[in-house]
């Protein structure tokens, strides 16, 4: 399997990115990672091959920050990632404070596509470099109280098929990674009854082990080591999708239908 060589991560700070970015460091690679609080990646500061950035995303100069850091460090990459989410404001849509769901879906969706055109310049493989993000709950079915994160993640979910159309030096794919116990559940629980049903749905999953970070980071590595053909715009499910133990059998199928694991409509007359 091939190993990238220069990771960004955005938001390396939140609990996948730092699982990411620990086994990323291990595998030998230069690794990028972004964080909001001081001190959150303190445990990597020494490290030769860590470079750290301090960076809100709700910050106007994200991208400004950005290409300046790459710049002055010398820095390129050949996988960038997407390690950043909030599902709040949680409650109905009607009822919820309209300045916090445009900003939550612009921190969610609009700052790592624009991230992603920032740092294009400083891709490493001129041939060839990948751009993961992360897909969420309700993007096959209403997610009530949700529709700022939902909404994030379907636009996401396009933009991976936009990247794979317009630019083929850019192999973008994006999972769904199914329930990981991470703090972002803290925001349901804080919610309360404005999260509906989701919250007991949250309590019940906190029971259980959910999603590995090695199936998350494996999975990953399975997608960037495919041909663009077979991943490039797709959508893949960590939990769901036969991609383990090689997955010969679903890199074949998507090879033949361009159309699979992809935002479709199709007539059932």
């Not at 790592?112 to 294009?120: D, H, I």
């Not at 083929?168 to 794919?173: D, S």
């Not at 769904?176 to 309590?203: C, F, M, W």
């Not at 999603?211 to 991943?231: A, G, H, L, N, P």
Request: aromatic residues 8%; proline residues 4%; negative net charge.
């Amino acid at each position: 399997m091939t190993n990238p060589s220069s990771v960004f991560i955005l938001s390396a700070s939140s609990d996948i990115g730092q699982n990411l970015m620990e086994r990323y460091l291990e595998s030998g690679a230069t690794v990028i990672g972004t964080y909001r609080k001081p001190g959150s990646l303190d445990r990597f500061e020494d490290h030769p091959r860590a470079h750290l950035l301090a960076l809100d995303l709700n910050d106007p100069k994200v991208i400004d920050k950005t290409v300046n850091f790459m710049t002055s460090e010398g820095l390129e990459w050949d996988l960038f990632i997407a390690a950043n989410a909030t599902m709040e404001p949680i409650g109905l849509f009607t009822e919820i404070d309209g300045q916090q769901w445009q900003e939550s879906i612009i921190s969610n969706s609009l700052v790592p596509c624009r991230v992603v055109q920032a740092l294009y310049p400083f891709a490493q493989n001129d041939e060839l470099s990948s751009v993961c993000f992360m897909a969420g709950g309700g993007t096959n079915n209403p997610f009530r109280s949700y529709s700022a994160y939902c909404l994030s993640k379907i636009m996401l979910i396009k933009m991976c098929e936009l990247l794979d159309d317009e630019i083929p030096t850019l192999k973008a794919f994006i999972l769904g990674p199914g329930y990981v116990r991470t703090k972002i559940h803290d925001e349901t629980l804080r919610a309360g009854d404005s999260a509906g049903a989701n919250r007991q749905k949250t309590l019940d999953f906190l029971e259980t082990e959910g999603t590995s970070m090695d199936d998350i980071f494996d999975c990953i590595q399975w997608c960037f080591d495919q041909d663009r053909e077979v991943i490039g715009g797709r959508n893949v499910s960590v939990i769901h999708d036969p991609w383990r133990n090689g997955g010969k059998e679903l890199a074949s199928a998507l090879t033949k239908d361009t159309n699979l694991y992809k935002l479709r409509r199709f007539d059932a007359i």
